[in-house]
T-cell receptor, first 111, second 115 residues
Framework: KQEVTQIPAALSVPEGENLVLNCSFT??????LQWFRQDPGKGLTSLLLIQSSQREQTSGRLNASLDKSSGRSTLYIAASQPGDSATYLC??????????FGQGTRLTINP | DGGITQSPKYLFRKEGQNVTLSCEQN?????MYWYRQDPGQGLRLIYY???????QKGDIAEGYSVSREKKESFPLTVTSAQKNPTAFYLC??????????????FGEGSWLTVV
């Protein structure tokens, strides 16, 4: 059974710092991995999707990497801003329509 | 604007009562999903539908029911058999079954509380 783990559960950093969020998964047989952002009481917003054949994806200040063989992905946020404060979730896609989610990392950027 | 609309945003259910959460999408997506999120936890799949008039159980389907009579609509009924229904419910959609590499999009969610 696929298990997705995100560590740490919470992270607080000063504004302007670069930071890395981690995601690990137990079964490397995945179609893709997706990173989401969730603001309190809101739905999820897709940030980046990495196909199983890809190593990384970039969007603005965000860069996500995927090492399928080791079961790991990282989300790198450059020059963090208070508006980046949110919960970040990763999810791996297995099977036709099955996404398995991690529990998320709650990020706080302090001005 | 294209997107996924969930209603109501907040819903209160009495013991023994069935309630239905609405989910409508105008993205022309074939696949739709319902997830449940409990505080401090990730999302768990309740039901999904890959095409009209077809749906499959997810990991926690007990106490829930769905229908998919129209492509754009995928309502979720929380029945009295669901013993712990208080949670945040999220509806999502994606292009389709044969496109496992495509992004999944989420609605804004519905809060259900048992009173």
């Amino acid at each position: 059974k696929q298990e997705v783990t995100q560590i740490p559960a919470a992270l607080s950093v000063p504004e302007g710092e670069n930071l890395v969020l981690n995601c690990s998964f137990t079964d490397s047989a995945i179609y893709n991995l997706q990173w989401f952002r969730q603001d309190p009481g809101k739905g999820l917003t897709s940030l980046l999707l990495i196909q199983s054949s890809q190593r990384e994806q970039t969007s603005g200040r965000l860069n996500a990497s995927l090492d399928k063989s080791s079961g790991r992905s990282t989300l790198y946020i450059a020059a963090s801003q208070p508006g980046d404060s949110a919960t970040y979730l990763c999810a791996v896609r297995q099977g036709a329509q099955k996404l398995v989610f991690g529990q998320g990392t709650r990020l706080t950027i302090n001005p | 604007d294209g997107g996924i609309t969930q209603s109501p945003k907040y819903l209160f259910r009495k013991e023994g009562q069935n309630v239905t959460l609405s989910c409508e999408q105008n993205l022309n997506h074939d696949a739709m999903y319902w997830y449940r999120q409990d505080p401090g936890q990730g999302l768990r799949l309740i039901y999904y539908s890959q095409i009209v008039n077809d749906f499959q159980k997810g990991d926690i389907a007990e106490g829930y029911s769905v229908s998919r009579e129209k492509k754009e609509s995928f309502p979720l009924t929380v029945t009295s058999a669901q013993k712990n229904p208080t949670a945040f419910y999220l509806c999502a959609s994606s292009i389709g079954q044969g496109n496992s590499g495509n992004t999944i999009y989420f609605g804004e969610g519905s809060w259900l509380t048992v009173v």
